[in-house]
């Protein structure tokens, strides 16, 4: 089943466990990503939500367990995973004295791919950039920057994304931008794992969400089930649907949320809560 034809999930992970010396991080880590959706993992800070998606990009072993993408293995194939993917960290990749247009020219000369202007073009104009692509990438935006981040990762079309933290100290109006830009992806097809620990960007964009807590998927499913596993909040005579935050906060009892402020501890101001 493990073939480039199956029709099987995008990613499926069974069983993963992985420690750093005596840090447990993951200790079976069991879901699957259907081809072509947006799969939420949600966690704290320190949940392993990293840990996992460089185990599924081939960049670290796990201990234990298997897991495959594209239908191939991450250990016994990390060759074809690699050209399955792409991946997106927190910190942009884009090189600040070119432009634009030239970091995407860049990329696809570097991937021997026909035509790198052209591909750069497209790309351009997909992501919005095609105004500012001939002036140098320091003069971004932070969200124009990671939306050129992220489409310098698209280059030669790899089927599945690993988005980890997209929107990690983006302000408001760039976040906006990047959620823009994952709707466009998963409406080409694109199958795109997001980690983030933005209970609002779970909810708006994923058609599953995964709780990593304690290095187990706690919970997984689409927004109304996880909805569905509280109880309406009963007022006098309105029922209340409980938030994905109150959710979360049930699950894994009494994480804390800045729920006031939505405030970072560096003193950022998020326009999302995020988990502490
Ligand atoms: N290379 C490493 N060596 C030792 N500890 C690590 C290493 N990578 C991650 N950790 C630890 O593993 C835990 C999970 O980290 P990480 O996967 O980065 O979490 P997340 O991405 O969810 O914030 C953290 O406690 C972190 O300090
Ligand atoms: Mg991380």
């Known amino acids: 089943m493990e073939t480039s034809q199956a029709p099987g999930p995008a990613i499926r992970v069974r069983g993963i466990e992985k420690s750093f010396k005596d840090l447990q991080v993951l200790r079976g880590v069991e879901f699957d990503v259907r081809s072509g959706s947006v799969f939420a993992l949600l966690g704290s800070n320190g949940a392993g939500k990293t840990t996992l998606v460089r185990i599924l990009s081939t960049l670290l072993k796990a201990d234990a367990g298997t897991a495959s993408v594209n239908g191939f293995d991450v250990a016994a194939q990390p060759g074809r995973v690699r050209e399955s993917i792409s991946l997106t960290g927190q910190f942009a990749a884009v090189d600040e004295v070119l432009t634009g247009r030239e970091n995407l020219v860049l990329i696809a000369r570097l991937r021997h791919l026909k035509d790198p202007g052209a591909i750069a073009d497209d790309l351009l104009a997909r992501f919005t950039l095609t105004e500012a692509g001939n002036r140098k990438a320091s003069t971004y935006s932070g969200g124009m920057r990671r939306r050129l981040d992220i489409a310098m990762s698209l280059i030669g079309n790899p089927p599945v994304i690993f988005l980890d933290e997209p929107t990690t100290g983006l302000d408001p109006q760039a976040r906006l931008e990047v959620w823009q830009t994952v709707r466009g992806l998963a409406a080409g097809g694109t199958t795109v794992l997001l980690t983030t620990q933005y209970l609002d960007e779970a909810e708006t ?14 919970q997984n499913g689409t927004l109304a089930e996880l909805k569905a596993l509280l109880p309406p909040a009963k007022l006098e005579y309105v029922e209340k649907q409980p938030s ?8 894994v009892e009494g994480g804390g949320i800045d729920s006031a402020t939505g405030g970072r501890a560096d003193g950022t101001v998020q326009a999302g809560k995020e988990i502490q």
């Open 244 to 251: 994905l935050e109150e959710v979360f906060l049930a699950l």
């Open 205 to 218: 964009l994923a058609d599953r969400i995964a709780i990593l807590h304690k290095g187990t998927i706690i």
